[in-house]
């Protein structure tokens, strides 16, 4: 049995109402909070909204103790009024530059402009949690923004900078370069390259922003997880969206949630560093964001079992693999 202390998803989409009620509890049964992003609709992007989301998470979580950490959607046009007011509640702020993924239109459009607010996010000691990715091709986006990663964290040394689902090596290296900036890395991006997802028959379900990259961006990423990094968290980014969505829309965004901790877990045996996985899913998070998550510890025990080919509407990853480790109080009627 693997016993995990307080273990975090410091990246996850939950969305809201029914959806929103349908995958929380995989990551309730999985971890004892996680950051949810603010990228619903409309963005939670004041304080009213970001209560009443807390609020929800919560609600769908219980019985089961769980805390939702919730960055603010950033607009461009926050005041220093404003974010004084709500920052003793606040966890952190999530920058989208416009239209780079799912619910993003509202994002920021000129990243050259938010020096102020950055400022004040700094005097304030409000993290900054960033999807860093420009508009340009594909397979390069996040490779040139980290000139902007590099730029905020020269200019604001003391601001808390997150570098969200980091997927290459430029990225992996850049790490060290900055005290203040940390990264968090998915599952899928740590296991899966883009062959996986078009090498054969297009897999819809390994669509997601930042794209799937090659097997030397992957292995930069394992050689961060097996060097037990202190600046790095375990994040899914976890995005539910209905079979139908993803099939016939092109939403991007995979589904993670119910399979996280079993495969995590497959992993880092396999690698022979079970005793890094504590570090990895809590003890890195607890220590960069101070938070003090619902004292609760997760099992995994060694038990066989099928990834579903659904849940509800929606289409998990590895749906159909066969696992070995199971989390303990997970439905099992849902393997059915
Ligand atoms: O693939 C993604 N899906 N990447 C994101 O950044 C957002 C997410 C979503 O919300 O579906
Ligand atoms: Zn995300």
Redesign the pocket.
């Known amino acids: 049995m693997i016993t995990l202390d307080r273990p975090l998803d410091m990246?996850v989409?939950v969305r809201q109402d029914e959806m929103l009620r349908r995958v929380v509890p995989h990551t309730a049964q999985q971890f004892v909070g996680a950051v949810c992003?603010p990228n619903t609709l409309p963005p939670v992007d004041n304080l009213e909204r970001y209560e009443a989301y807390v609020e929800e998470v919560k609600a769908a979580a219980a019985p089961l103790s769980f805390d939702p950490y919730v960055p603010l959607f950033f607009r461009d046009d926050f005041t220093r009024e404003e974010l004084s007011a709500w920052a003793p509640k606040l966890f952190g702020i999530k920058l989208y530059p416009a239209g780079v993924?799912t619910n993003s239109d509202s994002g920021v459009g000129e990243i050259e402009k938010i020096e102020p607010i950055l400022q004040i996010m700094q005097d304030l000691d409000l993290p900054l949690l960033v999807?860093g990715e420009t508009h340009g091709y594909s397979p390069d986006r996040e490779r040139e923004f980290v000139a902007v990663y590099d730029r905020f964290a020269t200019t604001f040394p003391k601001l808390r900078i997150t570098m969200?689902?980091i997927t290459t090596r430029e990225a992996a290296e850049f790490l060290g370069k900055h005290e203040n900036v940390f990264a968090t890395i998915t599952l899928h991006h740590m296991l899966w390259t883009m062959d996986d997802m078009l090498g054969g028959p297009f897999n819809p379900f390994l669509f997601c922003k930042p794209i799937l990259k090659s097997p030397d961006d992957r292995a930069a990423l394992q050689d961060l997880v097996k060097q037990g990094h202190d600046k790095l968290m375990f994040g899914s980014?976890s995005?539910p969206h209905t079979e139908v969505a993803k099939r016939t829309e092109g939403a991007a965004g995979c589904y993670s949630a119910p399979v996280l901790l079993p495969c995590l877990a497959q992993f880092f045996e396999d690698q022979g560093i079970l005793d890094q996985l504590q570090a990895y899913v809590s003890d890195n998070a607890r220590r960069i964001y101070r938070v003090d998550p619902p004292q609760r510890s997760v099992n995994l025990v060694e038990k066989e079992w099928t990834v579903p080919p659904r849940y509800g509407s929606i289409v998990p990853v590895n749906a159909g693999a066969t696992l070995r480790w199971w989390v303990e109080g997970a439905n099992e009627a849902e393997l059915d």
């Open positions: 990246h989409h992003m993924t999807h969200e689902h980014d995005a």
